[in-house]
Structure formats: structure tokens, C-alpha cells
């Protein structure tokens, strides 16, 4: 057999090889373009489910207030001399449906934040897929250590994070304009970023979610301070500095 004989043997036998890799390599292509319009997806409804919550935790905040305004007269009346027994009647049945409204709305206001945690669950899955198929660059492997920009809603405050991760652990201080610094402790897996801020005269004084994006965050803040007349809960988004 010749040589020109065998090399058109060997290169025929390659052809189907070569067809094989070239489908191959655009499947996965495919399949990461799927995963980023999914990612963009998620992302744009997790904005809508931040505003979504805005509006749920204010409606939340009414009925609180109304049951309490109610109180208030319950307590007027009881302390004056011209109580009768039909406006007591009517007292109950109005702080009856005050505290209706406000269970309602405290129900909605859970199930919204169980939403908020299963889509950004989803995009801590997705991300996670993203980063696998695109390599293990720096920025990959570590999305946390830094100083972040940070804007916290409703008060519309801005504040400074500066975060350190080592494995799965995160720790850092925070400077939040117009209060005292502190400290962070928490936890990165997944995309998910679990952060509990502690005060440097309270302690811990509140936990903050996020999911974690190419440069930014967003997610949600619940305060432990209950009782300092000042909103218990809200979102917040953090960009890197040095990014737009």
C-alpha cells in the first residue's frame, strides 16, 4: 500500500472524528448561551421582586401603623368619662379588622421573601453553572473580596463594604453614612452571599442576603432592632469599585 493510499485512509477515518467535535463544541456553546438568557432573566425578575417588595413591606407598614392609631383611641377612650358600650363595640370591631389587615399583609410580606430567596437560590445555581462552562479565572473564583458601593432602600443610604473570602467564609467591616462602623461575618456558597452586620456598640443588629452577579449584588436586609421607629426591612445593591 502506498503512502498517499494510507494518508487518505487515516484522513477519512478523522473526518468523522472532526465532525464529531466540531457538533460537540457548538452543543455546549448552545447550552451556554441558554444558561446566560436564563441568568439575564432571572436577574431582570429579581428587580421586579425588589420592587414588588418594596410595595408589599410598605402596604405592611400601614396596617401596622393602623392598628396601632386604634390602640391609641382604644386607650383615649378608656381613660375618659363618656365611654359607652357602643363605641367600645365599635372600637373592637375596628381594631378587629385592623389586626386582619395586618395579618394579611405580614402573610404576603413572608410569601413575597420566600419568592425573593427561591429565585435568587435559582440564580446562585445559574450563575454557578455559568462560571463553571466559562473557566476558573480570578474573578470567578473569588466575586467577594473587595470594596463594594453600596446603596441600602428604603432610606436610600449609601454605605461602603470592604469584604474578604476565604473558602466559604466571608468577613469584612462596613461604614454605613450618618452611623457607627462595624463588622460583618458570613458565608458565600452558590452564588448566595449570607452576611449578619455587627455593630460595634449593639452587636448583631442585622442579616443581609444577596445574590452575587459580575461586579455587583443585590438582595434583601432584615433588621433585628425592632422597636427604633426606623424600617426593619428592605433591599440593597452593591457594585465594585472601579465599576460603573
Not at 452543543?27 to 436564563?38: F, K, P, W
Not at 357602643?86 to 389586626?99: M, P, S
Not at 473580596?145 to 432610606?155: E, M, N, S
Request: proline content about 2%.
Amino acid at each position: 500500500m502506498s503512502r498517499a493510499t494510507l494518508s487518505c485512509i487515516l484522513l477519512l477515518a478523522l473526518l468523522p472524528l472532526a465532525a464529531w467535535a466540531q457538533e460537540d463544541s457548538a452543543t455546549l456553546t448552545d447550552g451556554r448561551a441558554q444558561i446566560q438568557t436564563e441568568l439575564r432573566l432571572e436577574r431582570r425578575l429579581l428587580s421586579l421582586d425588589l420592587v414588588t417588595f418594596n410595595e408589599i413591606r410598605e402596604r405592611e407598614r400601614r396596617a401596622r401603623e393602623r392598628v396601632n392609631a386604634v390602640l391609641e383611641t382604644l386607650d383615649e377612650a378608656m381613660a375618659g368619662d363618656s365611654l359607652s358600650l357602643g363605641g367600645l363595640e365599635l372600637l373592637h370591631d375596628e381594631l378587629a379588622g385592623a389586626r386582619e389587615a395586618a395579618r394579611t399583609a405580614e402573610g404576603k410580606l413572608d410569601r413575597h421573601l420566600e419568592r425573593l430567596q427561591e429565585r435568587m437560590r435559582r440564580i446562585g445555581l445559574l450563575e454557578a453553572e455559568a462560571a463553571g462552562g466559562a473557566g476558573a479565572g480570578a474573578r470567578h473564583l473569588d466575586p467577594i473580596t473587595g470594596r463594594w458601593r453600596v446603596v441600602i432602600l428604603p432610606q436610600n443610604r449609601t454605605a461602603v463594604f470592604d469584604l474578604r473570602l476565604n473558602g466559604a467564609v466571608v468577613s469584612g467591616t462596613y461604614q454605613v453614612e450618618g452611623s457607627t462602623p462595624g463588622n460583618f461575618r458570613g458565608t458565600y456558597s452558590g452564588g448566595n452571599l449570607r452576611l449578619e452586620r455587627i455593630d460595634s456598640q449593639g452587636g448583631l443588629d442585622s442579616v443581609w442576603e444577596g445574590v452575587v452577579g459580575q461586579d455587583q449584588i443585590s438582595g434583601f436586609w432584615q433588621s433585628n432592632e425592632l422597636v427604633t421607629g426606623q424600617p426593619t426591612r428592605g433591599n440593597w445593591t452593591a457594585v465594585r469599585e472601579g465599576n460603573p
